[in-house]
């Protein structure tokens, strides 16, 4: 694909963000980050990702090309490149991956894409297409009112964070961390993932456990840590360095707390221990918490972070 066109799809997935809520934004660093996100994309295109996708999925009267990520013309200046996704790689929960080459201002482009794109992957029987936006624009705000979200990306200012006093503040005086440096963590994490999944079994596609494979590389990394209160594990909270908006985040991608000391307020000292500890040559801290996960998301923002960028499922209706 063309360079310039890429620029193009790179430039309005800008648009998507809140860039009033990232004081330490870099427009350059910005694009030359979304348009390494959007060549892994073009990468599934690659004969080799196509075939196993394939053989994974193993689909009656679906063919390799079937998966082709394709860039469809709306009219002569207006541009879709899209691709059929799986939602935790479920096969029974297809949707359209979809970046826009154009800023989404209205509902009114939103109807058109429902009606241009489905009958490109209609044999995968596709159940929504993904946008994502500023949920705090006009088409952001009617989009949460008419479609789903689903994925959020919440940011916070790591020093803010780290300096925010909060209720009971003896309760981060009493919370310690325990670097993780091994598997030892495993047995208490896996019973704890189990149990979350017993108990809503509703969010395991979104909200999945993490693979050992992201654990280790925060392990790696440095940025893993057992919380314990009195000798006691409390939960674990683990991270890795991706940079975002062309600033340097830390990327939180667990925060698990035992059922025991769930509903107590907990995991916002968690954090901000983490980041007190860990997070002192970052400038922002951020992760990606489904809609669905509402303690998550309090936790979140009970510690400054804001939703930036959404990703919403606008259903699909097919005859």
């Avoid at 004081?23 to 959007?38: G, N, T, V």
């Avoid at 359209?96 to 154009?102: D, F």
């Avoid at 009112?145 to 020093?159: F, N, R, Y």
């Avoid at 062309?246 to 916002?268: T, V």
């Amino acid at each position: 694909m063309d360079s310039k066109i890429i620029d193009r799809f790179c430039l309005a997935k800008l648009t998507t963000f809140a860039r009033n809520l990232c004081p330490d934004f870099s427009e350059q660093r910005a694009l030359k980050e979304i348009r390494e996100e959007f060549l892994e994309d073009l990468e599934l295109n690659k004969p080799d990702v196509l075939e196993r996708r394939k053989q994974y999925y193993d689909f009656k009267n679906i063919n390799t090309k079937d998966y082709l990520n394709r860039a469809i013309p709306l009219d002569s200046k207006r541009s879709v490149f899209a691709g059929i996704r799986h939602v935790g790689g479920h096969a029974e929960k297809p949707f359209i991956s979809a970046w826009l080459n154009y800023p989404l201002t209205n509902w009114e482009e939103v109807e058109e894409l429902r009606e241009v794109l489905p009958p490109l992957f209609a044999k995968f029987h596709p159940l929504h297409v993904a946008l994502w936006a500023d949920p705090h624009s006009f088409v952001g705000k009617q989009l949460t009112s008419l479609a789903e979200p689903t994925q959020q990306i919440v940011m916070g200012l790591t020093q803010n964070i780290a300096h925010l006093i909060l209720p009971k503040p003896s309760r981060g005086k009493d919370l310690e961390l325990e670097s993780v440096t091994d598997q030892s963590y495993r047995p208490w994490y896996n019973n704890v993932c189990n149990s979350f999944e017993a108990e809503r079994p509703d969010l395991i596609p979104w909200v999945p456990r993490n693979s050992e494979e992201t654990m280790n590389k925060s392990i790696q990394e440095g940025l893993i840590a057992l919380g314990k209160l009195k000798g006691e594990t409390l939960g674990i909270i683990s991270g890795e360095h991706i940079d975002i908006l062309g600033m340097k985040g830390l990327y939180l991608n667990e925060i698990l707390i035992d059922p025991k000391f769930k509903r107590l307020g907990w995991a916002k000292y968690l954090e901000q221990k983490f980041i007190q500890l860990f997070g002192k040559e970052y400038d922002v801290v951020w992760g990606t918490i489904d809609a669905k996960n509402l303690p998550s998301l309090k936790t979140a923002k009970s510690l400054g972070r804001q939703v930036v960028c959404t990703q919403f499922f606008v259903p699909l209706n097919l005859s």
